[in-house]
């Protein structure tokens, strides 16, 4: 079993920045890759950024020079840096994590609120 607390939400001004942390515990090694998926108000969840156990990372292209998505495996805990932040990134950010690269996501956090006034 793999755990997954997020935190760092909160409400930010259009073009600032947050830092997103989502702290695992459990079977860390049994991690293939993490995400941070995000879901607003009457749209589906959709996929934000990935980073491997080897650390390759792959972002939405709504995100993509805008986001960082890094991981400290010292303090089991992987980030998503959010720079120049609009309005549209108001969402429910999710951290999650898969055993392996062929699975979906089967363990997932609470969820944080990130709301971006303009």
């Known amino acids: 079993q793999v755990q997954l607390v997020e935190s760092g939400g909160g409400l930010v001004q259009a073009g600032g920045s947050l830092r997103l942390s989502c702290i695992a515990s459990g079977s860390i090694p049994s991690i293939a890759s993490m995400a941070w998926y995000r879901q607003a108000p009457g749209k589906q969840r959709e996929l934000v950024a990935v980073i491997t156990s080897s650390g390759i990372t792959n972002y939405a292209d709504s995100v993509k020079g805008r986001f960082t998505i890094s991981r400290d495996n010292a303090k089991s805990t992987v980030y998503l840096q959010m720079s120049s932040l609009k309005a549209e990134d108001t969402a429910v950010y999710y951290c999650?994590?898969?055993?392996?690269?062929?699975?979906?996501?089967?363990?997932w956090g609470q969820g944080t609120q990130v709301t971006v006034s303009s």
């Open positions: 999650a994590a898969r055993r392996t690269m062929a699975t979906m996501y089967a363990y």
